[in-house]
């Protein structure tokens, strides 16, 4: 039998199962009127109590005694998914856009098991969702009854704790704890599993505000010694960056991370999962780092002499080559989570705590013991930067072949509907150009797949962004391989009402895949195209494909016809609509560092690779 993983890679905000009470728990205040209810009738009371007002799912037989009292709710909205993969990224996306958690529903079994794939996507990208799951009555357990499936047991690596109830009073404890615990923290998502006689069951009702989990106490507030320690390092540093992560987004620190950039001067990269963090318009920002960032951000954390790693966790997509990574930096590291400070990179300073409280501090720190480091302007730090952000800009060359350019299509996107929309994307070359050419001014506006790496995020994370943001256009920018995973949605967007727009990169083939294969394959294209045998025939024909399931669909094969597509878009809001761009196969993303080499080795494209090597070389050497 396999051991448990290792502690260090283990979230220690999470309760284990010995720290949570037993759910049922319940202290009845004298005015407390009991109610007796059955429990599924618990289930969707509960829901309520805690302000739930969206719920993606699809029902079955385990799940059927919560999906009746559902029916009669006048604040939950129900939106009935094609699959329950697409519930799950639906409430991904709700949390995501909004900050609040985000619900999804299933039966046990099949449907339970496709929610594996979101919830562990939640997971990695720290991402408020609560699962509600149907189990086979209690008596059936460990029968390998009909839709049998130990849910609990195969989820508990992917989410922050995992709950089997099996008696209908420990139901509104059981769903209140869940929920506090995927909001708190680390965010993250939380499965609860409930049995079918438990459900149909009665219990007295008496609702209780508090929740109370001995041994579950994240830390928000960071240790005085830790920011006077790291306040110190900034003020002496020369070559300091600002290394944001998702953290910063989910703890909605955009405003602090901002002051502290401003008031000390240092520069800024913002990671895939940072993408709004700080607005890419700022003069201090580099750009997003690691394997497809820009050249600045990278050879900036190449060269840097300290690290202000802030919600960050040091992710291999960003560091390349761990050895060769920052190798004159000292770290600052700060994380809601402790299991992820001192996993990958040891930090000379670390800070348990929120990103808020946490900037908010190093920014109080600096003003009242260190202000006269506030008044360095860095010169010959910010000489070497601007040269590398002129010489090394993000930009592209536009193909020959007469159809789109994928990277002007998204830039048209971005310019069109500009910041304050909701982009998605699946995961790929699309992700990356996605990532690269939409300007992003403001948190919540990039959803994304980023640790996981999700082919089918798109579409229903659009569609669970649109439902929690209405008033906003919601673009879901997938790929042609990514887009047939999940586009069965595209029914529920439209008889849900759900008027999402969709842009498909369309290569005809697996892109990132067929780039790897002509830049480490010698060109060898093993089962990466995707339209193989049918050249002259598309297979599917995305246009019919959204007019069959009651969208507008529009093919775009010129970049002079891009504004006016984007444009009819735009303008459409009564039903969703999907553009197929046509692009080249071999278009490629760059800046680029290849998997496993040093950050040092970045191309900036296909024949030029940046030489910043020679430049800093020795810790110091800028003054």
Known sequence: MAGPAPARTQRTDTPTPASVPH?????????????VITGAQAVIRTLERLGVDTVFGLPGGTILPTYDPMLDSEQIDHVLVRHEQGAGHAATGYAAATGRVGVCMATSGPGATNLVTPLADAHMDSVPVLAITGQQSSKLLGTDAFQEADIVGMTMPITKHSFLVTRPEDIPGAIRAAFHIARTGRPGPVLVDITKDAQVATLEFVWDDDVELPGYRPVNRPHAKQIREAAALIAESRRPVIYAGGGIIRSGAHAELRALAEATGIPVTTTLMARGAFPDSHPQ??????????????AAIQKA????????????????????????AKVIHADIDPAEIGKNRVAEVPIVGDAREVLSALLEELRGSFSASLEDARESWWTLL????ESYPLGYEPGDTGLCDPQYVIERISTLTGPEGIYTAGVGQHQMWAAQFVEYERPNSWLNSGGLGTMGYAVPAAMGAKKGEPDRVV??????????????????????GIPIKVAIINNSSLGMVRQWQTLFYDGRYSHSDLNTGHETVRVPDFVKLAEAYGCLGLRVDRNEDVDRAIEQALAVNDRPVVLDFTVPADAMVWPMVPAGVSNDSIQYARDIRPDFSSEAAEEGEIR
């Open 475 to 496: 673009w879901a920018i997938d790929g042609d391989g990514c887009f047939q995973m999940t586009n069965q949605e595209l029914a529920t967007c439209v008889i849900s």
């Open 305 to 328: 002499d300290l690290l202000i790693a802030i919600g960050s966790r040091f992710d291999d997509r960003v560091t390349g080559e761990l050895e060769t990574f920052a190798p004159y």
């Open 386 to 389: 601007n040269g590398w952000k």
């Open 285 to 298: 920002h580099l750009g997003m780092p690691g394997m497809h960032g820009t050249v600045p951000a990278v």
């Open 23 to 35: 759910p049922g728990t319940v202290r009845r205040t004298p005015s407390s009127q009991p109610e």
